[in-house]
């Protein structure tokens, strides 16, 4: 036994010594490393400042000539320019990755065995925003690893071409999806060129489907769409799509909306049916929404309730008025006071 | 016959402690390492994780970050004023007075320029206090809103802070805390990236003592001045961040620290909110959730997110850390016990059969068992149960072991975020590993036993005050202050 102990102590010593030496080491090899990286790329950096401050007019040569290593230290900067930019400047710095090669290595990479490299590979495609990717990046949507199908998904996005539109709701229909938020947010940056697809898929067998597509159709401002959206309000067999259709209602803003929306306050449908359709009503702001989220105001559903008498706000004098004639209830008060603070500060709502 | 019989008997409990101690030091280093490989996962995807898609998108779920609030007159305005200006698409702040008794509400009202507004506070989750008022900043009511109530404890003052938010996502914060500036950014992401599966969702905690702190933020990260609090960050690091991390890549984090963490506000709802008669509130959220969901049979996840992080000021003197590490291993204790039939209940999963019976065994028990071992190891000596010679290895592999573990911490933490850049602070963390071995995990077994022993005789429990210091670092006076005042207590 003693022996046994003997042991540990030298063993536990030498790991506790290597240990610490170890963090040392890291240390002294971290620094050394990032002198080495900065020392690097402070060419490099100079050059792309004065590149972008040309507006990406003069020195594209003297960025392609870099020395592979310089470049490679930065990179990281160059990428980080490449999301700041807009115009002349990001068609520059986009010219010059591609003629040093960089979408030809990440478009490579797309077919790398580690997902890291693909998710990587995707993302720069993404940044440099270059369309001849966005086939791959759609075969990325299927990818068996999720992280990798988000970046690709997000590269999309990105370079905004609405023919990926249609592969982007196809991936929404499997086990593992991608998640809704980021689709709707994607499919909203393909621009009103995708309303066709997205008003298309409102028919989408899947009920994730069509509430991605609604959220993207509000976010669109796709008033073509609004009948469509309103048989959704009104026929669909799931909450949560009819609530997303509420919502997409509500921000198209169209007096179109008004009706349907007010049908769905019914006190027979949900409590986050009646409670969204109210919140819609307020967002598109017409008097004649008043009476409806008046009728509201002694609602048993607390949500329901809260959510009329600040629609009631933001409709404006009408709403105000109503408000102020229901002044023992508490909601109306709520809403009134913040009514008060908020035109306090911006003296623009009439007292 | 019996002194024989004695003599075997503390012969054998020797070894039963030691080998208890291997293993509780093996478990730490097997949670170190999963931790570091958790870190080498993260950093290799910072490339590609779409932080910044985040912060643009106008459809990233919008958050109410809760802060309960008890006498933190003196460092209130910094921590708001830094919670408003986190890096977030659409948020609110939600400040719970809890009945303080000096002038944190006073404070907040010159700084923000409150306004009273009549509230209707929905009863989603009951709460036992009365709300006397509600205030918006004037500038910008639908972003800081200030809740003045009667004194009910941290956990009452959430409550009322998750009936008032409007936002799907919640998050609560210490007031004392000083979050980087991305931190929501990190916490809030995996609900965006695992929209149906992620339920909670918690940030580490480091120690702000010693760090330079300007306009509530962190700008320069140093070790703490006291070799108390330097213990304490090597303690942080090996405990919360390596061991926490290192459960989450199981799927059996229990603990969220109540300082910072997101939660959905649905699920949030659904559980009841947080309970008002258990100390550890924060963490026993988290294991109800765990039971709610498991019984539920949903498919979900409870993560940790390594970085970036929320600062709080640890205890710098020997009085207030004592009831703070016995008001935790009450929270353990009364946690455990309120949730037993879990424990070892195959429906709970890796939550029932791994996490919980560890808990039980490696942190319920490991100041008991330490407390003994101080003691019968003697006590063998004396009969002559073990001689000199077993008697000082066994002391040095043990802590040598634990030891070991500390730097490997240290280590992985080097190879990670290396937050500390000065190399005396390298030093200064590398001793502290030494030193937390001479007196400082004796006498916080002696705490947690007695905080133990408060949870199961049913003692009422005291949070007690904490005398902050503040975050500043001392010749330089232009640093905020950002944490002075006490800790909320329960009534």
Redesign the interface.
Same mark, same amino acid.
């Given at each position: 036994m003693l022996e046994l102990f003997t042991l540990a102590i030298e063993v536990l010593t030498a790991v506790v010594v290597l240990t610490a030496t170890g963090i040392v080491a890291v240390r002294l090899y971290r620094r050394f490393k990032h002198r080495k990286q900065a020392r690097l790329a402070a060419g490099p950096r100079r050059s792309l400042l004065a590149f972008v401050a040309d507006n990406g007019e003069e020195g594209s040569h003297d960025l392609v000539a870099i020395p592979e290593d310089a470049w490679r230290a930065a990179e990281p900067h160059a990428l980080a320019l490449l999301g700041k930019l807009r115009g002349e400047a990001h068609m520059g710095l986009v010219s010059v990755f591609l003629r040093r090669g960089t979408a030809r290595t990440a478009l490579g990479h797309l077919r790398s065995r580690s997902r890291v490299k693909r998710a990587r590979a995707a993302q720069v495609l993404g940044d440099l925003e270059l369309r001849q990717a966005v086939p791959e990046l759609c075969r990325l949507l299927t990818d068996r690893h999720a992280e990798v199908r988000v970046v690709a998904v997000r590269a999309l996005g990105r370079i905004g071409d609405p023919a990926a539109a249609w592969r982007i709701i196809a991936s929404l229909d499997r086990s593992d999806p991608i998640p809704s938020l980021l689709a709707s947010h994607t499919l909203v940056q393909l621009g009103a060129e995708a309303e066709v697809t997205l008003s298309a898929a409102l028919d989408h067998p899947q009920a994730r489907v069509r509430a991605v597509c609604l959220d993207a159709l509000g976010l669109l401002g796709a008033t073509a769409s609004v009948t469509r959206i309103a048989r959704i309000l009104k026929e669909d067999a799931h909450l949560d799509v009819r609530v997303a259709a509420a919502n997409a209602l509500g921000k198209l803003g169209t007096r179109s909306a008004i009706d349907p929306l007010s049908l769905a306050l019914h006190i027979s449908r949900p409590a986050a049916l009646r409670a969204a359709a109210a919140k819609a009503l307020g967002d598109i702001g017409s008097p004649n929404a008043v009476p409806v989220l008046e009728a509201l105001l002694d609602d048993g559903a607390f949500h329901v309730a809260h959510e009329a008498a600040h629609a009631l706000r933001r409709i404006g004098p009408a709403g105000l008025a109503a408000l102020t004639g229901r002044g023992g209830n508490g909601h109306a008060l709520e809403a009134l006071a913040l009514a008060r603070v908020l035109r306090e500060e911006k003296t623009a709502v009439p007292a | 016959m019996i002194e024989e019989f004695i003599r075997d008997a503390l012969r054998w409990t020797d070894v039963s402690i030691f080998a208890y101690f291997v293993a509780l030091n093996s478990s730490y280093l097997v949670l170190i390492v999963l931790a570091g490989l958790e870190f080498y996962r993260h950093l !290799? %995807?910072i490339?590609?994780a +779409?932080a910044?898609?985040m912060f643009r998108?106008? &459809?990233? *779920?919008p958050v109410s970050v809760i802060v309960p609030a008890y006498n933190e007159g003196p460092g209130i305005v910094a921590a708001v004023q830094a919670m408003t200006a986190l890096r977030y698409p659409r948020y609110e702040v939600v400040v719970v007075d809890d009945g303080s008794s000096d002038d944190t509400f006073e404070q907040l009202r010159a700084r923000f320029d409150l306004?009273e $507004?009549? %509230?209707?506070v929905?009863a989603d989750v009951a709460y036992t206090s009365e709300v006397l008022s509600v205030h918006?900043a !004037?500038?910008n009511?639908?972003t800081l809103t200030v809740v003045r109530k009667t004194n009910g404890g941290k956990a009452d003052a959430l409550n009322v802070g998750i009936n008032l938010a409007r936002h799907p996502l919640i998050c609560m914060v210490d007031a004392d805390s000083v979050l980087d500036p991305d931190a929501l950014l990190s916490v809030a992401k995996p609900f +965006?990236?695992?929209?149906l599966r992620v339920a909670a969702c918690g940030g580490v905690v480091r120690i702000a003592n010693g760090c330079k702190v300007i306009g509530g933020r962190v700008v320069d990260v140093r070790m703490p001045k006291q070799w108390l609090v330097r213990i304490q960050v090597v303690e942080y690091l090996r405990a919360f961040l390596m061991g926490r991390t290192g459960w989450s890549r199981l799927g059996g984090l229990v603990v969220i620290s109540g300082a910072f963490g997101v939660f959905r506000r649905d699920l949030v709802v659904r559980v009841g909110g947080m309970d008002e008669d258990t100390i550890g509130e924060d963490a026993e959220l988290v294991v109800r959730l765990h039971h709610h969901l498991r019984e539920t049979k949903e498919d979900y996840r409870v993560i940790f997110v390594a970085e970036p992080v929320s600062w709080s000021e640890a205890p710098s003197s020997l009085a207030v850390l004592g009831r703070q590490r016995r008001r935790w291993h009450r929270g353990i204790a009364e946690i455990l016990s309120k949730h037993r039939r879990m424990i070892l209940n195959p429906r709970y999963g890796r939550i029932g059969l791994v996490a919980l019976p560890y808990y039980v065994v490696f942190e319920l028990l490991a100041p008991f068992i330490e407390l003994s071992a101080l003691v019968l190891l003697p006590l063998g000596l004396w009969v002559d149960a073990v001689n000199l =010679?077993?008697a000082w !290895?066994?002391v *040095?592999?043990a802590y +040598?072991?634990g &030891?070991?573990v500390s *730097?490997?911490a240290?280590?992985i933490e =080097? $190879?990670s975020f290396?937050r500390y850049p000065r190399?005396g602070d *390298?030093a200064r963390g590398?001793t502290a590993a030494i030193l937390e071995n001479f007196g400082y995990r004796q006498i916080l077994a002696v705490w947690q036993v007695k905080g133990a022993f408060g949870a199961w005789h049913g003692r009422k429990a005291v949070w007690g005050t904490m005398d902050r210091t503040g975050f500043g670092t001392p010749d330089e006076p232009e640093s905020d202050l950002v944490g002075a005042g006490s800790v909320p207590r329960v009534p």
């Open positions: - | !290799r %995807r490339p590609f +779409g910044d898609d998108s106008p &459809l990233t *779920l306004v $507004v009549p %509230r209707v929905p918006v !004037r500038a009511p639908e +965006g990236d695992d929209p =010679e077993f !290895r066994f *040095l592999v +040598g072991y &030891l070991l *730097l490997a240290l280590f =080097e $190879v290396h190399w *390298l590398m």
